[in-house]
């Protein structure tokens, strides 16, 4: 177990409680998360969500979708602020998730986003990026979400405390996103950029 960590993230969600910690989101940044999945409604395809940590923002996803749009979350248990194993990890997310699995058409997928990508047949209407903060890994999985064709792209952390994200979406998308709260969202011309850039 690694208690430092464990003190390190309680004493920096103590000191400002405005920041998301833990695998949340602010109410602030609800408001983007609603934006980016109605922008999606007008398209087909179901919402992916990378990177499910505990399950607060898939929860949200799928209260703010329609009933017959298939969610689905995307982690591999790599990593979570309580320094959790990944077996606990994944079976405390798994319970999190139970009721919106059975009613609310979610599903989880138990891997990483390439592999997650290698595998994606069908065009997503939304890709939520919330996996890795590193700036490699963005960049990864936005290419990912352009190359499957996802109609919109939107992620977490758009902040200082997350410089690898800031990078990789300015560097992908330039000044043409939208940033509510600590959410950005790519506006509709990046269709067709090639992923390799």
């Known amino acids: ?21 833990w695998g949340s989101i602010t109410e602030a940044d609800e408001a983007g998360v609603a934006l980016a999945v109605f922008e999606a409604k007008q398209y087909d395809g179901p919402i992916v969500e990378l990177g499910t940590m505990f399950g607060h923002t898939t929860l949200l996803l799928a209260s703010l979708k329609e009933s017959v ?8 248990y790599s990593w979570n602020p309580f320094c959790l194993p990944a077996d606990v990890h994944r079976t405390f997310t798994k319970r999190t998730l139970r009721h919106a699995i059975k009613t ?4 989880i997928f138990d891997g990483t986003t390439i592999k997650f990508f290698s595998q994606c047949k069908t065009k997503p209407s939304l890709v939520f990026i919330d996996a890795s903060h590193e700036y490699a890994d963005v960049l990864d999985d936005i290419d990912g979400a352009i190359a499957c064709g996802a109609k919109v792209i939107a992620g977490h952390d758009f902040c200082a405390e997350h410089p690898g994200v800031q990078r990789a979406v300015s560097e992908r998308f330039g000044s043409d996103i939208w940033v509510i709260a600590n959410v950005w969202i790519a506006k509709s011309n990046y269709m067709g950029r090639v992923a390799t850039q």
């Open 69 to 76: 749009c298939k969610l689905i979350t995307v982690d591999n």
């Open 1 to 21: 177990m690694n208690t430092a960590g464990i003190i390190r993230e309680h004493a920096r969600f103590l000191a400002d409680d405005r920041f998301s910690f």
């Open 104 to 107: 609310a058409n979610v599903s």
